[in-house]
Every structure is written in structure tokens, then in C-alpha cells.
Nanobody, 115 residues
Framework: VQLVESGGGMVQFGGSLRLSCAASGFIFSKSVMSWYRQAPGKERELVAV????????NYADSVKGRFTISRDNAKNTVSLQMNSLKPEDTAVYFCNAAWGPSDYWGKGTLVTVSS
């Protein structure tokens, strides 16, 4: 099983980034996919989740209206479009796959938002 995140980087306040997660080694279309983040000195928190078909999404209150999660089951990818970024969005962002009883994580990609 592999989850590989990409797209992180440094951006100024108000900017945008698009994170992607490429999945392999499991049945992606049967997995609920999520993005989490962990800021320095803080616990990992759920940012966004998308159901198996992409028909339903849910977001943390802190990112609602700014972030959009999407998936492409044909390409085994899940993305997170992040707009209107704030310094408090600075964190390592992780891709997560929940497939049956199993839970898989990527290694993360760093997003830094400067003021």
C-alpha cells in the first residue's frame, strides 16, 4: 500500500495550493479518503473527508468555504484544493485511506503560509 502526497510548498497569505495524493496497493474506489494536517506542537486534525463515490464531503469548520476535496477513482487520486490560505493553515498535510478495517497514511507534504 502506498499513499504519496505532493503539491505542498510555501505560499503567501491569501494564496492557493493544490495537494494531490496518489494511491496504490488497495482498492481505492472502496476507500473513504481524507486529508489530515498536523501543525507544529499540535495534534493531527481532520481537514476534509470524501466518500467512496465522491458523492459526499465534509470539512473542518476552520476550512469550510476555502478548501475543496475531490477524488478521481479512475486515476486513484484524491486532491485538496486550498484557497484563501492563512498562516494558521501551516502544517504537514497527510492523506488517509480507510478501507475496511485498515487505515493507511502517507508521509505528508508540508504547507507553509507566510504573512
Amino acid at each position: 500500500v502506498q499513499l504519496v502526497e505532493s503539491g505542498g510548498g510555501m505560499v503567501q497569505f491569501g494564496g492557493s495550493l493544490r495537494l494531490s495524493c496518489a494511491a496504490s496497493g488497495f482498492i481505492f474506489s472502496k476507500s473513504v479518503m481524507s486529508w489530515y494536517r498536523q501543525a507544529p506542537g499540535k495534534e493531527r486534525e481532520l481537514v476534509a473527508v470524501i466518500t467512496r463515490t465522491g458523492g459526499s464531503t465534509n470539512y473542518a469548520d476552520s476550512v469550510k468555504g476555502r478548501f475543496t476535496i475531490s477524488r478521481d477513482n479512475a486515476k486513484n487520486t484524491v486532491s485538496l484544493q486550498m484557497n484563501s490560505l492563512k498562516p494558521e493553515d501551516t502544517a504537514v498535510y497527510f492523506c488517509n485511506a480507510a478501507w475496511g478495517p485498515s487505515d493507511y497514511w502517507g508521509k505528508g507534504t508540508l504547507v507553509t503560509v507566510s504573512s
